[in-house]
């Protein structure tokens, strides 16, 4: 989905790199502006009005996690899409905890960097999950996005509460990866090598596992999919 009113912040402190996307974005239609400094990427997302961030994870003076948490903090609905080292699940999982929408491990293809910048824009601001359900014995609120039982409760990003939500409007069957990767995080082409519906998935079930114990709540069916235990 090419949007060229959709405006794109970059900081990344690699120049040719930086330039390298610069130049990508504009070519596909988006207004595309960069920032080589942390601090200053900061500045002006907090300053600015922009449709996606697209942040590096190292960089001078504040790394990429820390702009992604002060950002959500302060605009929870903007885009935000983190750029991490090939292979590193750490940075993976940390760009999730910090906020982030999605991620793009480098070096990248252009294809894959595209399908995840048009997915996350084309999701922006639209949430499925604002509704409460109840599961085993667990709460789930999309408003205050909690999970809370027997007087404790975990926080969980607005993804995990979308996920929630998607398998338990289709919890009379198995939802494919690539269901959720069409319907819940918007990618337009669900064939892409990605690991970020595991990686959510498992987060979402060690909160879940920390409220309802072994109780199984969201069960794996190897080689289809995943299917929400709805059962007392």
């Known amino acids: 989905m090419k949007n060229s009113r959709a405006r794109i912040l970059v900081v990344e402190d690699d120049p040719a790199i930086l330039n390298g996307l610069l130049d990508v974005l504009v070519f596909n239609g988006f207004e595309a502006e960069g920032a080589e400094d942390g601090g200053e990427g900061l500045r002006r997302a907090l300053e600015n009005v922009y449709d996606l961030l697209i942040l590096d994870v190292m960089l001078p003076t504040l790394d990429g996690f820390s702009i992604c948490r002060k950002v959500r903090g302060k605009k929870p609905s903007q885009g935000?899409?983190?750029?991490?080292?090939?292979?590193?699940?750490?940075?993976?999982?940390?760009?999730?905890?910090?906020?982030?929408?999605?991620y793009v491990s480098k070096p990248f293809s252009l294809r894959e960097l595209m399908v995840r910048v048009e997915a996350v824009?084309?999701?922006?601001?639209?949430?499925?999950?604002?509704?409460?359900?109840?599961?085993?014995?667990?709460?789930?609120?999309?408003?205050?996005?909690?999970?809370?039982?027997?007087?404790?409760?975990?926080?969980?990003?607005?993804?995990?509460?979308?996920?929630?939500?998607?398998?338990?409007?289709?919890?009379?069957?198995?939802?494919?990866?690539?269901?959720?990767l069409t319907d819940v995080w918007g990618y337009a082409d669900a064939?892409?090598?990605?690991?970020?519906?595991?990686?959510?998935?498992?987060?979402?079930?060690?909160?879940?596992?920390?409220?309802?114990?072994?109780?199984?709540?969201?069960?794996?069916?190897?080689?289809?999919?995943?299917?929400?235990?709805?059962?007392?």
């Open 121 to 180: 824009l084309r999701r922006t601001g639209r949430h499925m999950g604002d509704e409460q359900l109840a599961v085993r014995g667990v709460s789930f609120d999309g408003r205050t996005l909690t999970a809370s039982a027997n007087g404790q409760s975990e926080e969980l990003t607005r993804r995990e509460m979308d996920i929630l939500v998607h398998l338990h409007r289709h919890q009379e069957r198995i939802v494919s990866k690539k269901e959720l």
């Open 191 to 232: 064939d892409i090598e990605t690991r970020t519906v595991d990686i959510h998935i498992l987060k979402l079930r060690k909160k879940i596992a920390r409220l309802a114990g072994d109780i199984p709540v969201i069960r794996t069916v190897r080689g289809e999919g995943y299917r929400l235990e709805t059962g007392p």
């Open 80 to 102: 935000i899409v983190i750029l991490t080292a090939k292979g590193s699940e750490d940075d993976i999982v940390s760009g999730f905890g910090a906020g982030a929408d999605d």
